[in-house]
């Protein structure tokens, strides 16, 4: 079943004279229980469209101009500032890059993790302290009955990163949207986090949106990637699918773009040519067609729509040729 | 006469060795901590502890481990930017820690850094062409019209059109003004590079072009890198030679293929496996290890690593175990090193 749904959604800001759209016509849907990956480099929006599913764009000057989003086939877009505090937290839950800007510094950990109790449920004090505690141990903290009185300062990244999941969690929300939580680790924490959150995802039944630049994590961890590129979704499909045999050029280039573990150390890697186009200089077509090797004079012209292709999705009008390509990927 | 033998020997023995640019040996240097009122005893952080290793001619050596490690200290204790408090870091068999300020001017020009914040480098008023020739202002006295044709080649070079030479830092994407840096760097033509996380803030495809360009550069000028990043699949693709390193002290030594194939530290072994590796059928059984890594101002005695280590034995707390060179160019300090699946199964 959908739990989330996005159709069309075009989220813009206003910068003085300047209209900003980071994110154009994105459609997607995220079912019960599972993990969706939302892939892009920097400035592709990506972050953009996840603060956008919990309305959060408001409070930095931005609208979602056009579309709708879904929550449990409910829109999320008509419902007023209170119920949209009343299910953030509760029936959706966000975790950020940086935990310290998601804690208050000032507060214990544990009073921090009850506040969030107390918001959303009837629980009492004590009880709500009682889960707290329990809370601080499912996600991995020793000795949480002593941790609960310390501050934020006092923990070190990856705990202060556990801490804050402990609260996103702490209200049993159906959805956790999580923002390059794991990019400021090292990748031995990294590991850590990552099963934390897929054994707490298989234990509540959540389904988890989960925004990283790595394709690496999201081998590891999706069922499903969303490729995003200049503020479009060229691509989304099964994770398997997508890294056995990419169909959009972008995808490609992203996969061939990381050293492979494996892979021949005395061939250069398929890097992806240019940069990724500013707002103020989106190309006419395809916004990718400047850096890619398929690129014809339709591209040129012509967006390319997200099409069906089985049971994935591309916006690519040659995806036949990098289907083709693929095997040597030397093209590109 | 003993010596003319002694070097002779030398040469039989290790006939594929190349010669080293750099060697580090003892290299040692602590940080101060504030002191609390109270407290009798200065604090230090032991950023690098005894560390030796050396860097032969036309190689990249990667350096790798968490944050905290010591690596970016010691790619500073090497090329000066940091005192060492103790030891010695000889460059072409000269000496480095006994020259004096003016001497080392002379040798620094032989050795440049690219950081991971471009921006942070360039000077943000002053245009492609100024920054880049920047390097001839101080050390050459070329004419203008050489400084501007030394420019454009450099340019070239880097990837970047002649026509960015008027162009500001900001008027740059992050990739551009990486390669601005690089074209810096390599203004003097140096032998040795420090690339501390040169690459680890930018996009992945502008990441492949610039690590593309790292190589071909090396060819071209016959460059040596010293490559510090935590992005172990990028230090496996760039480097010939990588130094594990943990709580300031480098823990494995060996050559790229063979540290990644089989690590011989439990801690190598771990950091490696806890990697992301872009396949998803790879979803493999990872070394989670327990814990963090400790505080480089109290690190544990005996084995620095035997808090996390799953193979930690009643030795491990109390002794320490040295670097030893425990098959040919592989580097080790472990009681216990993972020998038996190495040896085992390639034979």
């Known amino acids: 079943m959908k739990l989330l749904e996005l159709t069309d959604v075009t989220i813009q800001f206003q910068r003085d004279e300047q209209t900003i759209i980071p994110v154009e016509g994105v459609s997607f849907d995220v079912k019960e229980g599972e993990t969706v990956c939302l892939v892009g480099e920097s400035g592709s929006g990506k972050s953009v469209t996840s603060l956008g599913v919990m309305r959060l764009v408001e409070f930095e000057g931005g609208t979602i101009s056009a579309g709708d989003i879904k929550y449990q086939g409910e829109s999320l877009l008509t419902k007023s500032k209170e119920e949209m505090r009343e299910m953030r937290g509760k029936d959706i839950a966000m975790i950020f890059q940086e935990p310290m800007t998601a804690l208050n510094p000032v507060v214990s950990i544990g009073d921090q993790i009850v506040e969030a109790i107390s918001l959303h449920t009837e629980l009492n004090k004590a009880e709500a302290k009682e889960r707290a505690i329990k809370l601080l141990g499912s996600v991995g903290i020793s000795e949480a009955k002593r941790r609960f009185g310390q501050y934020p300062h006092e923990l070190s990244g990856g705990m202060r990163q556990r801490v804050v999941i402990a609260m996103a969690l702490s209200c049993d929300p159906k959805l956790l949207i999580a923002d390059e939580p794991t990019t400021a680790l090292d990748v031995t924490i990294e590991a850590q986090i990552l099963a934390l959150l897929e054994n707490l995802k298989k234990e509540m039944n959540m389904s988890i949106v989960f925004i990283t630049h790595d394709m690496g994590v999201a081998a590891e961890i999706a069922d499903r990637i969303i490729v995003m590129y200049a503020g479009k979704i060229v691509e989304d499909g099964d994770v398997y699918e997508m890294f056995d045999d990419p169909l959009h050029p972008y995808t490609l280039g992203l996969l061939g773009s990381i050293p492979d573990v494996n892979g021949d150390r005395s061939k250069p890697l398929l890097s992806i040519p240019g940069a990724i186009p500013a707002q103020s200089d989106m190309p006419r077509g395809c916004r990718f067609n400047p850096r890619c090797a398929f690129a014809t004079q339709q591209c040129l012209e012509q967006e390319p729509p997200l099409l069906a292709v089985g049971n994935r999705k591309v916006a690519c009008w040659n995806y036949e040729d990098v289907q083709k390509a693929k095997p040597t990927g030397e093209v590109i | ?347």
């Open chain 2, 1 to 347: 006469m003993v010596n003319l033998e002694k070097t002779a020997l030398e040469l039989i023995e290790s006939p594929r060795k190349p010669p080293v640019l750099v060697r580090v040996k003892n290299a040692k240097k602590y940080f101060k901590l504030k002191k609390g009122i109270f407290s009798k005893n200065q604090q230090y952080v032991k950023a690098v502890d005894k560390v030796s290793f050396e860097i032969f001619k036309g190689e990249t050596f990667g350096l790798v481990g968490e944050s905290g490690s010591g690596k970016s200290t010691l790619g500073r204790v090497v090329i000066g930017l940091h005192e060492a408090d103790e030891g010695e870091i000889y460059f072409e068999e000269n000496e480095i820690t006994a020259l004096n300020k003016r001497e080392f001017q002379k040798v620094r020009k032989e050795m440049q850094i690219i950081f991971q914040d471009p921006s942070g480098s360039l000077n943000p008023r002053m245009k492609v062409q100024e920054l880049i020739s920047e390097p001839f202002d101080v050390y050459t006295k070329m004419t203008k019209k050489e400084k501007e044709e030394k420019v454009a080649t450099l340019l070239e070079k880097v990837g970047l059109g002649v026509e960015k030479k008027l162009s500001y830092p900001h008027e740059l994407s992050g990739g551009q003004r990486q390669r601005v840096c690089i074209a810096r760097a390599i203004a003097l033509n140096p032998k040795f590079i420090l690339a501390d996380e040169a690459v680890s803030a930018l996009d992945v495809s502008v990441q492949a072009q610039v690590i593309n360009l790292l190589k071909d550069l090396q060819k071209e000028l016959g460059l040596t890198y010293l490559f510090i990043a935590h992005g172990l699949n990028v230090v496996r693709y760039i480097s010939d030679r990588v130094g594990v390193m943990y709580l300031g002290q480098l823990v494995e030594v060996a050559e790229t293929e063979e540290l990644f194939d089989h690590p011989l530290h439990p801690y190598s072994a771990a950091l490696l496996s806890t990697n992301p590796v872009a396949d998803p059928r790879k979803r493999k059984e990872k070394v989670v290890l327990k814990g963090e890594i400790p505080s480089p101002a109290n690190p544990p005695a005996g084995c620095r690593f035997h808090t996390r280590c799953p193979i930690a034995q009643e030795i491990c707390k109390t002794k320490v175990p040295d670097l030893v060179e425990i098959q040919e160019g592989r580097q080790v300090a472990c009681h216990f090193p993972l020998l038996t699946n190495s040896k085992e199964e390639t034979e």
